[in-house]
Each structure stands twice: as structure tokens, then as C-alpha cells.
């Protein structure tokens, strides 16, 4: 059972779990590359991240007022079993909805996207047609983009917080070692993002 009504107290834990351990997940997803597990990594890091969004924005005015009532969560409980949903907000904490075009992907469209390149980084697929697909197989030309733009949406979730507490007049969140975990990433690898690419997911193809 998926318990989703928790004290704010129980919340700013669960908070600062989840987006620590997106971090984690985006330096093992760096560790592993080129590997196609990687691919998987970074997908499951921005699903925390998608948690985490839903947990703030339940909680972050009895965070910022100290009222210590409980409530729920009611993405986590509607959403918390689904992958999608969750990427869908992690894209959308991201990206600027003014971004987006009629031409271009929606959040959604790319959250599909992610949830196959994920399961195309675990598992080895049979086909209708009885060709065989296995992690190997697949070819990520953006990969090294797509573990940076994770480890960006970590250290925004993080910097979005800090701002947050300021601008509140609350104490600074202890949250220095999970920016410490992506920093490294992001500062090496932002120079390497493909020229022109937006905040969004790149599908992956199969090789012949």
C-alpha cells in the first residue's frame, strides 16, 4: 500500500530522499556510461524528481507557515504506481511552458519516450514480427546530454528550494552534499549539450 497522507515533517524527509537519491542515480548513470543501463538511470532519476515536485507542492506552505497538520499527497496517491505521470512533471519542472510549439513534442509525448528508452535500457524486447531487440542494440546518440540534463534537474530542484527558504525567511535547507553529487556533471558536460537542444528528451532508435 502507497501511504500518501504524512506530516509535513515526514514530507521534508521524504523530499530531500527522493531528490537525493535522483542524485545518486545520475552519478551511477555517469559512472555506467556509454552502457544502456545508463539510459534507464537517468530516466529513473527524473521520476524522483517528478515525486519530489508533487511532495513540494503539497507541503510547501505548512513548510513555510510550521503548520504541522497532515495531509496528502494526491499525485502520489493517484500517480505514485505510474511512470509517465511522473515524467511528465519532472519535463515540466524543467522546461518553460512557453517552449513549446503546436510542432513541437509535448511533455507527455516525451515522457512516453523516456519510459520505452528506459525499459530499452533493462530488458531485451521480442517483436511482433519475431525480431529480437536487446539494450545493446539500441543506439543513443544523445545519451551524454540526456545524464546532464538529469543532473541539472537535480541541482534545480535543489537551487529552487534554496530560493524558496530565503524568500520565506526559513533556514537554509541542508541540501550542499546532493548539489555536490551533480555539480561535477553538470559543470563538465554543459559545453557538450547538442547545438540548440532543448530541455527535453531525444528519442533513441534501433540499429539495423
Known sequence: MLVTRITPESARALWLALVENAARLVTEADLLYPSPRAQSLSVLAREEIGKAVWVQRAFWKAWETGDETPRDVPELREHGRHHVPKLVEATSF????????????????WAHADNIAKQQGFYVELHADGTITAPADVERPALQYDIWEAAALVQWAVHED??????????????????????PIVDRDHAARPQGASPVRHAAKVTD
Open 162 to 183: 534554496r530560493l524558496l527558504a530565503r524568500v520565506c525567511g526559513l533556514p537554509t535547507p541542508p541540501t550542499e552534499h546532493i548539489e555536490a553529487l551533480v555539480t
Open 94 to 109: 524543467l522546461t518553460d511552458p512557453e517552449f513549446y510549439s503546436p510542432e513541437e513534442p509535448t511533455p507527455e509525448m
